[in-house]
Each structure stands twice: as structure tokens, then as C-alpha cells.
């Protein structure tokens, strides 16, 4: 309570003032679509979902999306990959529950295959109906689905340096999450179509590479005087701090269609943190790309996913990110024993095997030149591959 009291006599500056977390923490949010069984579209009955389950569950942490097929399953702060993870299956549950009682099915995925953006309903949610009527066509597009990761950072001047290094692992984090190769009835050729649409808003795509905290605060002051935005959470970048929080925010992952592949994306994001945050501490340099380097990168993750040829070093050399990631999870693995995630950072191993959703879901349609049979696999697969 003295925390509380002293914040209203001393009102928080919300782009300044980051809430430091101590411990490198993680919070979870994992975006879901109910389907029509029959038609295998997008049903906006997300809110009546949503109460069910908050009416059954009370304390159940879920929240209405964007749009009205979507539900957000988002986690308490947990101390690592297997305990988000677990949150994260209990509330599956029971919006698995609810939605079966009312004849729909969840899917999980970076982009629907088929859904028509036009028919689908926004949540009533004054900044929505913003987004829509300063971006018109393209923010009436937004028919996708991501993960967010948020890792505690103990310090404001830590944090854009690990975001810039962050960043020389984008196409990884994509690769390996990568589930949005339909759109609109067609194979787009991409990996992640996801990626390429969202950048399309105004505020949204990759970071400007800022130095230090008073530059990214600035920034924010700029937009706020210009008109860009209006509140604190209008920024949409791929990585961005989120400083009521004290957390560092991962947007850069597709939906995974399942919580055994979410799971080895989160202990990735996660170790990847703590682990550009521990060379810090060694007062070791952090890695940079420039960023037409970082731009080429992200397009080759939306595009070629796994089998990508990423760029790694100032110099231009370039790696298969796929051997990238067999080499990273190496690495990290100290990290990842001290975080206690050692089983979920191996699963990115077990993606790279099976194949990621893009993948998958691009053997269906080629065999069978039909979206449903695609959607009905990924429904599947939130049921077959659990993790814990």
C-alpha cells in the first residue's frame, strides 16, 4: 500500500519511469481463434466465451482482442517457461470447455487461410475503432495472431541494448513460430504473412536501433506532441519496453498453433534476454546488425522461414538459421538451467525436426488445394501437441 500511496502523490511519468523488476520475470500472452466446426471460419463469439469463463473461473486472466474471434490467454508473472506455460494450459482448459458447450473449436495460428478480413467484427474497444479510422484498409487487415513475451529487466539503461541485440535474432524467433503461409484463399509463398501485414501500420515494425533510454523517451514525447499517439500502448513494435511493467515486450513471433511449440518459443525469448542481460554484466559488447541488415533479415524469416539464410555479422556473413538454432540452443544452455527450462529451450530442437506450422500446414494444401483440411489439422494439433 505505501507503493500506491506514494504513486499518487508522486504521479508516474509513463514514458519515463520504468518499474525495474529485479528478477528477469516473464509474462505470457498467447493469442487464440474460435472456428465454425462446419465451415472452418472465424466466429466473432469471443465475449460470450470470455464472461463464460470468467463467470465459472473467476480470477481466469483473458482478454477481448482486436477482433471478435479472438481470445487472449495471458499469464500471472511467472518465473519461467514451464510455469507460463502451465498457466497457460489451465486456462486452455477452459475456454476449451466453454467453447465446446457452444459447438466451436480453437485454432491457433499467425493468420486464418481463408477468413474474409471484411466480415469480421472489431471488439468495442474505443483504441480498436482509432486504429481502424486512422489506417483504413490496412488496419481493417489485421486478421492475425501472436505471441507476446515480456522479460523483467532490472534496469532502464539496460534495456535498448538488449533490444538491439534482440533484433540480430529476429528471423530465429520467427522461423521457429512461423504459421502464416495462407491468406485470402492463397499460398502467399511466405513463411509469415503475419510479418508483412502488421508492419503495415503506422506504429508498427521493426525498432529505430536508439541508444539509450532518454532517446526512446523522447521519441515518445515526439509522438505524443505530434498527434502519432495517444496513450502509452500505441507503439506497436516488434520489441518494445513496456515500462509500467519494467519488462522488455517480444511481439515478433507468429500465434503457434499448440503449447508444446509455444513453450520452446518462450524458453528461446526468455534465455535470449537473460542472456544478452548477463553480458552485460561481464561488460562484454553486445551484438548489432545495421539496420538495413536487420530489415533484410526479417523479410527473409516472413519469407523462407527455416530455411532461411540469415545475415549474422556487420560484415554481411550469412548462416542457415536453421544451424543457427541447433548452435544458439547450445549456447543458451546454461542460461537455461538457471531459469529451469532446459526441457522447453530443447523443444525449438524438436520444431526444427518436425517442421515448423508453416511448413505443415503448406503439405496439406498442396496435396488436397482445399484451406479446411488445414485448419482442421491445426485444431488438432492444440489438442496432440501438449507440453507438460
Not at 487461410?113 to 469480421?120: A, G, H, I, K, L
Not at 501472436?146 to 534495456?159: A, K, L, N
Request: glycine share 6%.
Amino acid at each position: 500500500m505505501l507503493w500506491a500511496s506514494t504513486a499518487k502523490l508522486f504521479r508516474m511519468d509513463p514514458f519515463r519511469d520504468f518499474a525495474r523488476s529485479p528478477r528477469p520475470t516473464l509474462g505470457v500472452e498467447w493469442e487464440i481463434g474460435l472456428v465454425d466446426p462446419q465451415t472452418r471460419d472465424l466466429m466473432p463469439r469471443a465475449a460470450e466465451v470470455i464472461d463464460e469463463v470468467h463467470a465459472r473461473y473467476p480470477g481466469t486472466h483473458l482478454e477481448k482482442e482486436f477482433l471478435q474471434n479472438t481470445v487472449e490467454l495471458v499469464t500471472p508473472v511467472c518465473t519461467n517457461t514451464r510455469e507460463a506455460v502451465g498457466a497457460l494450459a489451465e486456462s486452455l482448459g477452459r475456454v476449451r470447455e466453454v467453447a465446446d458447450e457452444k459447438g466451436l473449436k480453437l485454432w491457433a495460428g499467425g493468420g486464418h487461410p481463408f477468413s474474409n478480413f471484411r466480415t469480421q467484427p472489431l471488439s468495442p474497444k474505443i483504441t480498436y475503432q482509432e486504429i481502424i479510422n486512422r489506417t483504413r484498409y490496412w488496419g481493417q487487415q489485421m486478421l492475425l495472431w501472436g505471441i507476446h513475451c515480456h522479460v523483467g529487466v532490472r534496469h532502464e539503461d539496460r534495456v535498448w541494448p538488449i533490444i538491439n541485440a534482440l533484433m540480430t535474432k529476429y528471423p530465429h524467433l520467427l522461423a521457429i513460430s512461423a504459421s502464416s503461409p495462407g491468406w485470402d484463399g492463397i499460398d502467399t509463398g511466405y513463411a509469415s504473412n503475419r510479418t508483412m501485414l502488421y508492419q503495415q501500420l503506422p506504429t508498427a515494425g521493426m525498432p529505430y536501433q536508439f541508444k539509450n533510454w532518454d532517446e526512446w523517451v523522447q521519441f515518445m514525447y515526439d509522438q505524443q506532441t505530434s498527434g502519432v499517439i495517444n496513450h502509452t500502448g500505441s507503439m506497436h513494435f516488434d520489441i518494445r519496453p513496456a515500462a509500467k511493467w519494467g519488462t522488455i515486450e517480444v511481439r515478433i513471433s507468429d500465434a503457434t498453433s499448440n503449447l508444446r511449440e509455444l513453450a520452446g518459443v518462450v524458453a528461446l525469448t526468455h534465455c535470449l534476454v537473460v542472456h544478452y542481460d548477463r553480458m552485460l554484466d561481464e561488460g562484454k559488447e553486445l551484438p548489432t546488425l545495421q539496420p538495413w541488415h536487420l530489415a533484410e533479415n526479417k523479410w527473409r524469416g516472413a519469407r523462407y522461414g527455416l530455411e532461411a539464410l540469415v545475415i549474422t555479422s556487420r560484415a554481411t556473413d550469412e548462416r542457415w538459421v536453421s544451424q543457427e538454432l541447433t548452435e544458439l540452443v547450445d549456447e543458451l544452455e546454461p542460461v537455461a538451467t538457471e531459469l529451469g527450462c532446459v526441457e522447453e529451450l530443447a523443444l525449438v530442437l524438436e520444431i526444427l525436426e518436425r517442421g515448423a506450422g508453416y511448413q505443415r500446414q503448406r503439405r496439406i494444401y498442396e496435396v488436397e488445394r482445399d484451406w479446411k483440411p488445414v485448419v482442421d489439422a491445426t485444431c488438432q494439433e492444440m489438442l496432440d501437441l501438449t507440453w507438460g
